[in-house]
């Protein structure tokens, strides 16, 4: 009966990552109105901060303001007083960092002039609106009109837009977002290939991009709304860029001196698991997905910030939460911003975290507001919000496999990859297009009985080409490739998959035969997929 204790607990926790509601109990931030910030603005119709940045220049904290005006504005932190005005040339920003008063990148909006990113795009001003340099974008993986890297039906341009532009070493990080008329999941969408990401390397002016980072779980058919093909970019404490997606907890950091990418996850509470579509969906503005966003590091106290955005289909308006993580990503707290917050951008005070309050900004003409919380942790709990219940997706069906070449092809493919000989044993086969929650809720019941299944003949096998990113989710869990897990590296699985369902799979073979072959989806796992492991356990211990 060890089995049943030890597995019991883990029925629950399926439970919780499933298609259904998410009732996990967590630790809840509270927000402590600290400060207030009052800002006087000249252009009543122009009161929302697309960019903002809070820094300490010769002792003296300022805050830099765009209003979308061809200005930077800079204030005065302590008096809230205007002390400058920085023109500039093009007619909208999309971002900018102020390193100091000689040295201001500013990244343009392309759209609002030719071609989609060339020379002047990028630029290093000064506190007198002088140009500097104007920083060219020769080899960069983005169409224009005098660099054409691939077909101009697939091009991609660059997103760095409601974010302070991630600069760090004198170097400006970016990401790519595919522009053409497929859906994410078409095959288009899929092929070719281009960079998500790269940087420009402000001191050797060249463009510099690196393929090594794709989009996680991706294959064809796989749909998620276009919005979904953003990725965020942040600096993470080692001054390296940190590349977020919004439909999956899980991120990458990419270490320049070493030219390696590692990856970790960081996974909200309050929401349930971000499911693909059934179909292809194109809705910008959503009102039932919930999505993260950036990871944003805060120095004054060595804690990470996820923000995740919350759909109008819970509160009848935009919301926001934010996750609070320790410097190497652990899970600390979780809580909801107040009402009426926008996080477009936010800022860090010592501990305090700012953020831009339009409902009190859009009700005042002439000033723009922004609030300084405290955030509390507090030992209290709140159940999850259900985001994902009535969100169809493909991989919610169960399979029963009862081909019989097909039940002996997967012993072949079995025995081939792992040289398992057993008689008898249990095996759960994870391909990489798993829907999210299957995959983390397979590493999640392996890692809280590995030791029983190491000695109950009990196997799993990660079907991924990514090995880089396999290893990091086993890790994640305190896992590793050992003589019960496996990875299939080339994917051989598919060539043994006759199903339209790519969930996990979970085979059980006694006596060199096999009793139970069954694709799961997350519901179904709760019901079915623990109960026939401890069957099997009970049965080789008898």
Sequence with gaps: MKIIKLFLPIILLLFFASCNINKEKVSIIEFELFDEIILDIEDFSKNIPYDMQLINEEGRDLLILYLNNKKLLIYDYETRELINTINLDWKQLLCSYYVNKDSIYVYYN???????????????????????????????????????????????????????????????????????????GDSSFLSPQLPLVGYFDTQENKFIVHDKITFPFFKEGIYYPEIMKHVSVSISKNNNPVYSFKYTPIFYEYNIKTDEISSNSLKSKLIDTILPTKEPCSDFKTTELAYYKEILFNSFNNLNYRLIYLPEAIYGEERYSVIIADSNYNYIAEGIIPEGHYVNKVMFKNEHIIIFNAEKTFANEGKVFFSVFKLNITKGEEEGINISENRDTNYCSTSKNN???????IIEYVTNLTNIHDSSYAITIVPANSCPSCIEVVLESYKLNKEVAENSNIYLILSTNNLTQAKSMLIEKNLYISKNIFIDEE?????????????????????????????????EMVEEYMDKIIDFHQYIHE
């Excluded at 983005?142 to 991609?156: A, F, G, M, R, T």
């Excluded at 081909?403 to 092809?409: G, Y």
């Excluded at 073979?509 to 069954?518: A, G, L």
């Design 403 to 409: 081909d019989e070449n097909s039940n002996k092809n």
């Design 491 to 523: 994917e051989e699985y598919l060539n043994y998959h006759t199903s339209n369902s790519f969930n996990p799979r979970l085979i059980i073979i006694k006596n060199n035969e096999i009793v139970w072959d069954t694709i799961y989806n997350p519901t």
């Design 110 to 184: 392309a759209s609002y002039n030719e071609g989609y990113m060339h020379d002047s795009i990028l630029q290093l001003i000064d506190k007198n609106s002088n140009i500097k340099n104007n920083y060219s974008f020769k080899g960069s993986p983005v169409w224009c009109s005098e660099n054409l890297h691939y077909n101009k039906d697939s091009v991609s341009y660059s997103g760095l837009f409601f974010q302070n532009l991630p600069y760090s070493r004198q170097k400006i990080f970016m990401n790519f977002i595919k522009y053409n008329n497929s859906y994410i």
